[in-house]
């Protein structure tokens, strides 16, 4: 019998070793905690790009990976492209912002 319960707790600290390297990040992939905090930084992304009245939010294109925020899109002006990363920057927990927007 503790042969047995010594296997048995062997295979779940494998187990469980497995279930954390598996979520854990990459160079090329996030873990699970960064997806969720990428998540929620494209979100406040969104809604300051939204609450800025000179800027068409419906055509900015917002993608987080690892605190590095892309815009891209397409908008009407220069400014409007420079607005948006200012807006993009002053967002708490954006690291980098990379510009991809084009004009029409």
Do not use: W
Not at 76 to 97: C, L, P, T, W
């Amino acid at each position: 019998m503790k042969h047995f319960i010594r296997l048995m707790s062997a295979f779940f600290m494998v187990l469980t070793l497995l279930i954390v390297a598996g979520c854990a990040s990459t160079p090329k992939q996030e873990g699970t905690g960064e997806y969720v905090d990428d998540s929620v930084l494209t979100g406040k992304v969104k809604a300051a790009i939204l609450h800025e009245p000179t800027l068409s939010s419906a055509e900015i294109n917002v993608e987080t990976f690892k605190g590095e925020v892309q815009l891209s899109g397409f908008v009407n002006s220069r400014a409007d492209i420079s607005k948006a990363i200012e807006v993009a920057r002053s967002v708490n927990g954006v690291r980098v912002v990379k510009n991809d927007m084009r004009l029409k």
